[in-house]
């Protein structure tokens, strides 16, 4: 059965397609008109306070798509006293019904499917990802997200509590306020929909600085918010950098919550950051997740399944599988299929629709990537393929696959962020699981094997936030997502996702007599 559902989609973009919508991917336009790229405060288009710009680039070639006003503190500033207004008692939006919160999102999500080709071909200019996977993937599961969190906007509520004595006790649930929230470039819409659905469901009020290589889909939603009927200042966009706006965003006195998914690196400085006035901090963060693969499965779909749970996204993808370890039965073979299929995979234009592999985002993640390869030949892994860049416009990087990977060696140990597969042999379960545990991440995990007790022995001991059972890169709005160690802390989507926007207030009244 396996087989034929990998007879039937030949390439993981065919799959993913096929995963995530039935919608047919039209015709890209690899030229789309840009629209949005100033700051978004208050329902308003406005320049920086210090009129500077910054370039956002076409990964594909490296050649500027336009300028984009850069805010930092001062912009910041008055995008939280925008948010402030709109969050003052009395103001239209605390007086808002909760189910009509959840109406505009509901509105904004339909806006979104009016304008999905538009957004899809955006999202590919500027961050370099297939079309394909743009307007099937990405967009559906924005969407959908939105969608989600429309439908919790009037269910999340409090309790009532019989108490000891004489009084009325009950609970509400009511939004923290100013929150802050700072995306990645690696899935500017999508990860826009996780931080705004349960923030805006819960009646919170946003500044949000989208990244500075990918702020334009980010932006244009934003315009989406407003024609959609969100109040001025609920929703704030201010693109700029990590140092300036970003860290004003993490620092400022008066944003209560701040909401961040990136490396691990900056997730410590926003962390600290956020320390000052105690603000409430969710992060998302890196990876190095182990993907366990054992001689009793299906080797043809866990071979597919671990490419795309590697090379998915050029390999950008926090919860990359980028460690495999394969049972030594079937080991040389698993090398030799993948190593194949790597050679099979597409890299090109990717407003090309046979392109299964677009760019790196910019110059500076190409050389790293390219970088920890070195260090993977230089080490002793044994190169399979790939091993260096693709072409000499752009930020391609061939499909590269490295065997006779140990647990010391970089590409072992550090997050990679790109299109290069290291496999690693085992020999027994316990082994397989002390060494999957034995690193500082722990965002996510699989395994792949046809032994139901294998696969519940193995969700239950590996150390992550999420651990797929043959599969890989499966995502539900409905289910949450988050890291144990240093992969981050509290979760995004689902109804655990809804615990970060809400505080817990008690009310206790007294009344002349208790009645049960």
């Given amino acids: 059965m396996l087989r034929t559902v990998l007879t039937r989609f030949s390439s993981a973009r065919a799959l993913s397609q096929a995963l995530y919508s039935t919608a047919a991917a039209p015709k890209p336009n690899p030229s789309p008109d840009i629209r949005c790229n100033q700051l978004f405060i208050n329902n308003e288009w406005v320049d920086s306070v210090s009129k500077k ?219 600290r950051s956020a320390a000052d006035n105690l603000k409430r901090v969710t992060l998302e963060l890196g990876g190095k997740s182990p993907n366990v693969v054992f001689a009793d499965t299906d080797l043809d779909y866990a071979v597919e399944k671990s490419h ?24 040389d073979e698993f090398v030799r299929r993948s190593t194949e299929r790597a050679k099979r995979r597409t890299v090109g234009n990717p407003f090309d629709p046979n392109s299964e592999q677009g760019p790196q985002i910019d110059e500076e993640q190409m ?58 042999r085992f020999k027994d379960i316990d082994e397989v699981v002390e060494r999957a545990n034995l690193n500082t991440y722990g965002l996510a995990a699989s395994v792949f094997t046809s032994n139901i007790d294998k696969a519940i022995y193995m969700a239950n001991s590996l150390r992550g936030g999420t651990v797929w059972v043959n599969t890989y890169d499966v995502f539900d709005a409905a289910a949450p997502f988050g890291g144990f160690k240093q992969s981050g802390s509290g979760r995004e989507l689902g109804e655990y996702g809804l615990e970060a926007y809400t505080e817990v207030k008690t009310v206790t009244i007294r009344i002349p007599q208790k009645n049960a």
Avoid at 190 to 214: D, I, Y
Avoid at 408 to 417: K, V
């Fill in 367 to 424: 050389n790293k990537i390219i970088e920890l390869i070195e260090s993977g030949k230089k080490e002793g892994a044994t190169l399979n393929c790939g091993g260096d860049r693709a072409g000499d416009r752009g930020y391609f990087i061939q499909p590269t696959v490295f065997s006779d990977v140990q647990d010391g060696m970089r590409i072992n140990n550090e997050e990679i962020f790109g299109p290069v597969q290291q496999i690693a």
């Fill in 308 to 331: 795309f749970g590697l090379f998915f996204n050029m390999g950008q993808c926090c919860c990359a599988g980028s460690r495999i370890y394969v049972e030594d039965k079937v080991y």
């Fill in 53 to 271: 710009t910054f370039p956002t680039l076409n990964p594909s070639t490296g050649e500027v798509i336009c300028e984009v006003a850069e805010g930092d503190k001062a912009d910041v500033d008055i995008a939280v006293q925008a948010a402030k207004e709109a969050f003052r008692l009395g103001s239209p939006w605390r007086t808002m019904d909760a189910s009509y919160r959840g109406v505009l999102l509901n509105r904004l999500a339909d806006l979104m499917e009016r304008d999905r080709e538009y957004l899809a071909n955006l999202e590919t200019l500027d961050n370099g990802k297939p079309f394909s996977v743009s307007f099937a993937t990405d967009l559906a599961l924005s969407i959908k997200c939105y969608r989600y969190y429309a439908g919790w906007a009037g269910k999340n509520h409090g309790k009532t509590i019989p108490i000891d004595g004489d009084f009325f006790c009950y609970t509400r649930h009511e939004p923290v306020g100013v929150c802050g929230q700072i995306i990645p470039w690696n899935f500017p819409l999508l990860m826009q929909a996780w931080k705004l659905g349960p923030a805006l469901s819960t009646g919170n009020v946003v500044v949000m600085k989208p990244a500075e290589q990918t702020p334009l889909t980010a932006l244009y939603v934003a315009q989406l918010a407003k024609e959609a009927g969100f109040p001025p200042g609920v929703l704030n966009l201010i693109p700029g950098y990590g140092p300036t706006a970003g860290a004003a965003i993490a620092e400022h006195p008066e944003i209560e919550k701040v909401a961040f998914t990136g490396s691990t690196e900056v997730g410590k400085i926003i962390q």
